[in-house]
């Protein structure tokens, strides 16, 4: 559903526009060229075809389509739509992928020649990569707002679009906190690099250990659960969870329980994607020797030679 300022920007407007005024040209044509129903001398005499360019008219010269008039069911067809509505007929003419598109680059548009939307982009890039504190992101806010007619919102949340309720994602176990995010939520966030010329979604995943040594108050490891499409190589690398406590997962089990069991139901069931159905399978379990002793439940034995 598109409001009328999206569609003016998308030039879907435009389109159904052009498309009526063919159809009213050609209506007109038809209307020319129908034979007069009298057959007398007088009236054919009286009656007069006016063609649409003559010899010695110029095309610039010619009636516009606009001044030409309508029919009491053309103007019916086109009811004029308050901001915020939308037209339930489409008149065979859909919003398609390529009307998104073009909203996507009128954004672009809008950016570069907004000032204000790009000085509020970087302003957020900036506070994101610097790791800017929420109480000076808010008091730099309130500067902007007192001493520029920007509009900033007042609390630094809304303005770094910060997502609500991270924390119900976040789940305790085996002895840290893991943030699962899912393989077919992954791959929903990528749809647009997944085409339907195959019918199945390999999948590799990887697990490995990250130590974070400078980490406060002490000693930290990140475990990340990541995901690559195998057969979809354009894609990025995914990823569908992330453990962090003080060393390795205590178990196995608890790590990776919620991966193994959305992996089967995905493997029994497939995944749907821009309305096409897609298999699952699984293709490997890329992760260094250290891992793969921990994921197998083998004991690594290091011998040191002296």
């Known amino acids: 559903m ?47 075809v006016v063609p649409l360019v003559t010899a010695d008219q110029s095309f610039q010269d010619t009636p516009s389509v606009e001044d030409l008039p309508l029919e009491e069911d053309e103007e019916e067809e086109m ?17 398609t992928e390529s009307d998104e598109e073009n909203e996507d680059d009128a954004r672009h548009v809008d950016e570069k020649h907004n000032p204000a939307l790009h000085f509020m982009n970087r302003l957020r890039l900036w506070g994101l990569s610097h790791k800017i504190t929420h109480d000076a992101l808010d008091d730099l806010l309130g500067l902007i707002r007192e001493t520029t007619d920007i509009q900033m919102p007042a609390n630094c949340r809304t303005f770094l679009k910060t997502p609500k309720g991270v924390g119900k994602e976040i789940s305790t176990v085996a002895g840290g906190q893991l943030w699962y995010q899912g393989i077919q939520n ?18 590799n995943l990887f697990v490995g250990g990250i130590p974070m040594n400078n980490c406060q108050p002490g000693p930290t490891q990140l475990w990340p659960i990541l995901m690559q499409l195998y057969n979809f190589p354009e894609a990025p690398i995914l990823v569908v969870g992330v453990y962090c406590g003080s060393s390795k997962p ?33 293709n490997a379990f890329i992760a260094n020797a250290s891992a793969r002793a921990f994921i197998s439940g083998k004991i690594i034995r290091r011998v040191v030679y002296v």
């Open 186 to 203: 992954s791959i929903q966030h990528c749809s647009p690099y997944i085409t339907i010329a195959l019918d199945a979604i390999s999948i």
């Open 79 to 95: 009811p004029i739509l308050e901001d915020g509505e939308y037209d339930d007929d489409d008149d065979g003419y859909p919003i």
């Open 250 to 282: 205590d178990n196995v089990e608890g790590f990776l329980r919620p991966l193994v069991t959305e992996m089967n139901q995905l493997m029994d069931d497939g995944i749907i994607i821009n309305d096409h159905s897609f298999g699952v399978c699984f």
């Open 2 to 48: 598109y409001s009328i300022k999206e569609g003016k920007k998308s030039g879907l407007f435009r389109k159904r526009a052009l498309a009526k005024m063919a159809k009213i040209h050609k209506m007109l044509l038809e209307q020319q060229n129908q034979p007069c129903p009298s057959t007398s001398t007088e009236a054919r005499a009286d009656t007069e």
